[in-house]
């Protein structure tokens, strides 16, 4: 999909995410008297530092968080990187010389689904009977949305294509 998107389209998508994300905790917010946040789940089990390494991502990253801070500065509550590789916490602790401390405050890495649980951050913020099966919950994946589900990325009708890094290959799809 990187390929596909020029840079501004992959900027509107992430800032629509986050307006849309900022929309639902400010309709929180308002409907409980209570300040929400968001808190983002990145499942990185399977990652690769190789995968880490694109320019573009990282412009991109680095132009919507600009954005990010003044428009919506209270939105992000934590980022919970969940099932990350052991290497991620090297990368971390090189990250750690040049992020603002208040942007590593925002960041929780756990090794396994079991460490995010048995954390004390997971204990007083979260309740495990609302957390899907994958992050380790127990929400019956009857309950999930379709988007949490999975059900929306079901791809039956669509050829399974092996890409080599940065290679390049056009699939025609009717």
């Known amino acids: ?13 992430q800032l629509l995410h986050r307006e849309a994300g900022f929309q639902y905790v400010d309709k929180l917010t308002r409907e409980t008297g209570l300040l929400s946040k968001q808190v ?16 573009k991502s990282r412009h991109i ?30 990368l971390l602790k090189v990250l750690k010389a040049v992020l603002p401390k208040s942007a590593l405050e925002k ?17 007083q913020r979260l309740k495990r009977e609302n957390m899907p099966g994958f992050l380790g919950g127990q929400l019956p994946e ?25 290679g390049k290959v056009s699939v025609p799809i009717d």
Not at 40 to 55: I, W
Not at 143 to 163: F, N, Y
């Open 1 to 13: 999909m990187s390929n596909s998107l020029t840079f501004d389209e992959q900027k509107s998508l």
């Open 40 to 55: 983002m789940f990145f499942d990185l089990k399977g990652a690769a530092l190789s995968s880490m390494n694109d320019k």
């Open 61 to 90: 990253q680095a132009e919507v968080s600009n954005i990010g801070k003044k428009c919506y500065p209270q939105l992000v509550d934590k980022v919970a990187m969940v099932n990350a590789p052991k290497w991620f916490a090297g």
């Open 107 to 123: 960041i929780e890495l756990f090794s396994s689904t079991e460490s995010l649980w048995d954390s004390d951050w997971a204990k």
């Open 142 to 166: 009857e309950e999930l949305s379709d988007e949490l589900a999975g059900k929306c990325l079901e791809r039956t009708s669509l050829p399974d294509v092996t890409i080599k890094p940065r």
